[in-house]
């Protein structure tokens, strides 16, 4: 009993100096974690290996791949007063010559020759547009070309070694998948927001001529136009264009244009420097019950 007893205390013994070597010596062992802020207040860091890897349901990855190559649009342009010309307003109010009035908006970067999408409305009459980059890079853009009737508008820049978005496909979208949207909402800078998407082919909304719009709940505010709505793989599925709102701000209804027809427009204007359309006189419209029973039409 004795032998034991020794054999016990030895040990116990041995491990009480190991801890008191470890504690004095490698504190940090035995916190698992542990940290002490600036303030001196005791905090439990993550580890790294856990930091560098997205947690489940996490979009990070979707947001990394695609915001790189979506821009925020600086625009300026000359404004006179419409009477500016008249003698009688000169007469009283005198030359109030022109005022600098700055726009803001977004764009992604859809090829590396430097062209960019945005919408028509972003860039329309202005007289110098800024794009800068997440690298903080700015360059000054040319209109290569818009198309008021899907408000969209083609851009370029001459600059190197562009992030470059990748196109998805719009037509195989469907009710319910998520979505981020990512811009310069009121210039606070890039900013991904996340939603699903709410309704497909929204139409006769008064936005524009051709409307075949992605409705998704995912925040869109002022300066996000332009800007990318991607999957949850960072592809490209429409260029965000306008919102339903009351106040000004997000309600959770927002507009884009599928990538599928922003394609359409690319190719028209940089191979034709115009979109052209076949048409013919005649306009579609949903069958009411009260149209079938005019018209004598038994349809389901």
């Given at each position: 009993?004795?032998?034991?007893?020794?054999?016990?205390s030895?040990?116990?013994?041995?491990?009480?100096a190991?801890?008191?070597?470890?504690a004095?010596?490698?504190?940090?062992?035995?916190?698992?974690?542990?940290?002490?802020?600036?303030?001196?207040?005791?905090?439990?860091?993550?580890?790294?290996?856990?930091?560098?890897?997205?947690?489940?349901?996490?979009?990070?990855?979707?947001?990394?791949?695609?915001?790189?190559?979506?821009?925020?649009?600086?625009?300026?342009?000359?404004?006179r007063?419409?009477r500016?010309?008249?003698?009688?307003?000169?007469?009283?109010?005198?030359?109030?010559?022109?005022?600098?009035?700055?726009?803001?908006?977004?764009?992604?970067?859809?090829?590396?020759?430097?062209?960019?999408?945005?919408?028509?409305?972003?860039?329309?009459?202005?007289?110098?547009?800024?794009?800068?980059?997440?690298d903080?890079?700015?360059?000054?853009?040319?209109?290569?070309?818009?198309?008021?009737?899907?408000?969209?508008?083609?851009?370029?820049?001459?600059?190197?070694?562009?992030?470059?978005?990748?196109?998805?496909?719009?037509?195989?979208?469907?009710?319910?998948?998520?979505?981020?949207?990512?811009?310069?909402?009121?210039?606070?800078?890039?900013?991904?927001?996340?939603?699903?998407?709410?309704?497909?082919?929204?139409?006769?909304?008064?936005?524009?001529?051709?409307?075949?719009?992605?409705?998704?709940?995912?925040?869109?505010?002022?300066?996000?136009?332009?800007?990318a709505?991607?999957?949850?793989?960072?592809n490209?599925?429409?260029?965000?264009?306008?919102?339903?709102?009351?106040?000004?701000?997000?309600?959770?209804?927002?507009?884009?244009?599928?990538?599928?027809?922003?394609?359409?427009?690319?190719?028209?204007?940089?191979?034709?420097?115009?979109?052209?359309?076949?048409?013919?006189?005649?306009?579609?419209?949903?069958?009411?019950p009260?149209?079938?029973?005019?018209?004598?039409?038994?349809?389901?």
């Amino acid at each position: 009993m004795k032998r034991f007893w020794l054999l016990f205390s030895q040990t116990v013994t041995v491990f009480v100096a190991a801890y008191f070597v470890v504690a004095t010596l490698q504190p940090d062992w035995l916190q698992r974690g542990a940290m002490r802020s600036g303030a001196g207040i005791a905090l439990i860091e993550a580890p790294a290996t856990t930091l560098t890897q997205p947690a489940p349901g996490s979009l990070s990855s979707a947001a990394r791949k695609a915001a790189p190559a979506v821009v925020s649009i600086n625009t300026s342009k000359e404004v006179r007063h419409p009477r500016s010309n008249d003698p009688w307003f000169q007469f009283f109010f005198g030359d109030q010559g022109s005022q600098a009035q700055a726009g803001l908006g977004s764009g992604v970067i859809i090829s590396p020759d430097g062209y960019i999408l945005t919408n028509n409305h972003v860039v329309e009459g202005a007289d110098e547009i800024e794009v800068t980059l997440t690298d903080s890079r700015r360059a000054r853009a040319t209109v290569i070309g818009t198309d008021p009737d899907t408000d969209l508008a083609i851009l370029k820049v001459e600059l190197d070694k562009l992030p470059v978005i990748v196109l998805g496909n719009s037509d195989q979208l469907a009710v319910g998948d998520q979505v981020l949207a990512i811009g310069n909402p009121f210039g606070v800078g890039q900013t991904v927001t996340s939603g699903i998407v709410s309704a497909l082919g929204r139409s006769q909304l008064g936005i524009n001529t051709f409307e075949n719009f992605i409705q998704t709940d995912a925040a869109i505010n002022p300066g996000n136009s332009g800007g990318a709505l991607v999957d949850v793989h960072g592809n490209l599925l429409g260029i965000n264009t306008a919102i339903y709102s009351r106040s000004g701000g997000n309600m959770g209804i927002g507009f884009a244009i599928p990538v599928s027809t922003a394609r359409l427009v690319l190719d028209g204007i940089v191979k034709d420097g115009q979109v052209t359309r076949g048409w013919i006189g005649v306009e579609p419209s949903e069958l009411s019950p009260e149209l079938a029973e005019t018209f004598g039409v038994k349809a389901t």
